[in-house]
């Protein structure tokens, strides 16, 4: 099946994005009586912690809070994604180790710590965030503004960096 002009791949992919989002948000709140969404997307801040949380319960017996959904079972979507990005650079040739000047790594480091935290602070994803703030959520919308112009001013940042000589 040939997809309209419309819905090519490279133009409207955020269109597409939105479109699914927003049909399996609606899906999730009529099926299943979630009122907003609880689910999460893919999230590489608090999927990382309900993992480590969820082994520091099992192994050690403490008491960390962990999403309902991830009690029985732990979120490997980190993992996956690391041991698959692991595995297609190993396929392709690719892998290989760099060392990149110090005081780059320590930008690296502080700029991640401060993006960890912050996103845990907030406490969802960014999809979350994005459907919440659709559902009227006003300190949801606040948050995707912010992450917005995070990511506006991270990407003249680097372009910045890039032009520098």
């Not at 692991?86 to 110090?102: C, M």
Request: proline fraction near 5%; charged fraction near 10%.
């Amino acid at each position: 099946m040939k997809l309209p002009k419309l819905f090519g791949l490279r133009g409207n992919m955020a269109l597409i994005t939105g479109l699914t989002i927003g049909i399996l948000a609606v899906t999730a709140q009529g099926f299943f009586g979630l009122q907003p969404p609880v689910g999460d997307g893919v999230c590489y801040i608090s999927h990382p912690a309900n993992l480590v949380n969820w082994i520091s319960n099992t192994l050690f017996s403490t008491e960390f809070t962990i999403k309902s959904i991830f009690i029985q079972v732990p979120v490997l979507t980190s993992v996956g994604t690391i041991l698959g990005s692991l595995t297609a650079s190993l396929r392709n040739k690719e892998f290989r180790f760099r060392r990149g000047p110090v005081r780059d790594n320590l930008t690296a480091f502080i700029f991640g710590f401060l993006v960890i935290n912050f996103g845990l602070l907030w406490g969802a994803c960014p999809l979350r965030t994005v459907v919440l703030s659709s559902y009227g959520m006003l300190f949801a919308g606040v948050m995707w503004f912010v992450m917005a112009g995070g990511v506006i001013a991270a990407a003249q940042y680097i372009k910045w960096r890039s032009r520098r000589p």
